[in-house]
Each structure stands twice: as structure tokens, then as C-alpha cells.
């Protein structure tokens, strides 16, 4: 069975501190995972997947197959990084995807 | 705004009676996705449909239904036997990228 752990329901930060938002998985093959983004009024949107390995928006997330753990960090927080986040793995081809239950990142000014 | 159409954006039932919610893809996307997101649990996906004429359970699939006969088109029913239907409905489709085109949702609520 396959599973996405986000420890954080909610995670308050000031401007300019750094953001770490935790993922933890359980999967038994390679999983794919994904970063997802829920603005205010906004549909439910990719942010990010560990195989381009890029940086959007400043955030970045590394896949640690020892740690089981896939975290969305940015170094400096701005205002508009206030949203809902969610984890998301899946196993490969078209298979089910399973998110976890999100943390919300609040940037206070 | 265009890609994946969820109808209707709210929609009102009482007790024991069925509902539709229509979701409607033109990316020419084979595989489509019901989620259920409610606050503090995420989404949790209900059925899940890989290609036309087929499709599998979730993981919260009781006293739902769907059906697959077209490409562009996924409808999910919500029963009576659903305990708890009130809640924000979310359709999805993927590419071969795997990568998750949502829809605006269709927001249900029991009477």
C-alpha cells in the first residue's frame, strides 16, 4: 500500500524565514512524487515533481529514498507562498495517486 | 478556463436521494480521477479511470459510482448509501507525464 505522510496541518512563517514542508511516503517500488499548490479561489495545481528537478516559484524538493521523505523547502518566504500544499505519490503509469492530508503554510508580514 | 469542466460548482441534496456530478475533459487525456477533499484529511480518491469503458476503485468508494463511456466524459453519482456525502468533489485527468490537470470542483451539501 502506498502512503504520503505531511506531519503539519498548518505552518505559520514570518517574510524572508525560511519554509521547510514536510513529506514522508511509504512505497514499496520507485514512486514519483509531487509537490501540489492550492491557492485562495484557485484550482488545485503542480507545483513541482522530483524528476525535473527544478525550482519553481523558489521552492525546491529533493527525493531522499533512505529517508522516505520528499520536503518543499524555499530559503526566503514571501506572501504570496500563502496557500495549501500537498504531497502526492504515484506508483508509476496510470495508477492511483495518493495524496496527503496537506499542511497549510501561512507567511505573516 | 478550459481544460476539465465540473458541473454544477454547488450543488444542494436531501437525505437518500442520488446526485451527478459531470466532469468534462478536453485535453484528450485517457486517465481521469474522483478525489473527495474534506478539511484536515486531503484528498482521498474515490474512483479512478485508466481508459474508456473502464475504471477501478479508490480508496473511499462506497456508495459511489461512476461510469467511463466516453473519453471526454467521467461522471460520478453519489448514492444514498454514501454516509456522509456532504464535501468538495474533485475531478482530475493525467497525461502519460502523470502529471494531475484538476478541475474547479463541484461543492456538495446535504439537507
Known amino acids: 500500500a502506498q502512503r504520503v505522510t505531511q506531519p503539519e496541518k498548518l505552518l505559520s512563517v514570518f517574510k524572508g524565514a525560511p519554509v521547510e514542508l514536510k513529506c514522508n511516503y511509504s512505497?514499496?517500488?520507485?514512486?514519483?512524487l509531487f509537490w501540489y499548490v492550492q491557492y485562495s479561489r484557485q484550482r488545485l495545481q503542480l507545483l513541482l515533481r522530483?524528476?525535473s528537478r527544478e525550482s519553481i516559484k523558489g521552492f525546491t524538493a529533493d527525493l531522499n529514498k533512505g529517508e522516505t521523505s520528499f520536503h518543499l523547502k524555499k530559503p526566503f518566504a514571501q506572501e504570496e507562498d500563502s496557500a495549501m500544499y500537498y504531497c502526492?505519490?504515484?506508483?508509476?503509469?496510470?495508477?492511483?495517486?495518493?495524496f496527503g492530508t496537506g499542511t497549510k503554510l501561512q507567511v505573516i508580514p | 478556463d478550459g481544460g476539465i469542466t465540473q458541473s454544477p460548482k454547488y450543488l444542494f441534496r436531501k437525505e437518500g436521494q442520488n446526485v451527478t456530478l459531470s466532469c468534462e475533459q478536453n485535453?484528450?487525456?485517457?486517465?481521469m480521477y474522483w478525489y473527495r477533499q474534506d478539511p484536515g484529511q486531503g484528498l482521498r480518491l474515490i474512483y479512478y479511470?485508466?481508459?474508456?469503458?473502464?475504471?477501478q476503485k479508490g480508496d473511499i468508494a462506497e456508495g459511489y459510482s461512476v461510469s467511463r463511456e466516453k473519453k471526454e466524459s467521467f461522471p460520478l453519482t453519489v448514492t444514498s448509501a454514501q454516509k456522509n456525502p456532504t464535501a468538495f468533489y474533485l475531478c482530475?485527468?493525467?497525461?502519460?507525464?502523470?502529471?494531475?490537470?484538476f478541475g474547479a470542483g463541484s461543492r456538495l451539501t446535504v439537507l
Open positions: 479511470s485508466q481508459i474508456v469503458n473502464d475504471f
Open positions: 502526492a505519490l504515484n506508483g508509476g503509469g496510470y495508477q492511483k495517486v495518493t
Open positions: 485535453l484528450n487525456h485517457d486517465a
Open positions: 512505497y514499496s517500488g520507485s514512486p514519483e
Open positions: 522530483h524528476i
Open positions: 482530475a485527468t493525467t497525461s502519460g507525464a502523470n502529471v494531475l490537470t
